[in-house]
């Protein structure tokens, strides 16, 4: 993640946005923290561990997605980091949807697309 991170700096890009599911989003909020191009971090069926720092990536935005039938990661892991992250952030739960969020994809797409769209804009 760092080198890529790296890899776009060096081509000019200052506006990131990263994206990552299950132990990614650890991944992508740890990395979030390591560049002033991250403008925004999202977190999906993420877990818990290695995210003490999440309430440090402010003033940056975050969004947490997770499925409320997570069978491998409860929800819980993201209303955690939901409560511990600071402004701004979002918290979205998709009712039926397991780990893999494929029962919700649609609405994902669309959530996720909406949300990336807001922070570039």
């Known amino acids: 993640m760092l080198i890529g991170l790296a890899c776009l700096e060096s081509l000019g890009k200052r506006r990131i946005v990263l994206v ?3 132990f990614g989003g ?3 909020i740890n990395a979030g923290l390591s560049s002033d191009a991250v403008i925004a971090v999202a977190a999906l069926s993420s877990q818990t561990a290695g995210i003490d720092v ?3 990536l402010s003033p940056k935005l975050v969004i947490f997605i997770h499925g409320e039938k997570d069978e491998i990661l409860p929800p819980a892991c993201s209303q955690d980091l939901y409560a511990r992250a600071r402004e701004p952030k979002e918290l979205i739960l998709y009712p ?4 893999g969020l494929d029962q919700c994809q ?3 797409d669309r959530d996720l697309s ?3 769209r807001d922070v570039i804009a």
């Open 20 to 22: 990552g599911h299950s």
């Open 26 to 28: 650890a991944v992508v």
């Open 54 to 56: 999440v309430g440090k």
């Open 96 to 99: 039926g949807c397991s780990h």
């Open 106 to 108: 649609e609405a994902l």
């Open 114 to 116: 909406r949300w990336i």
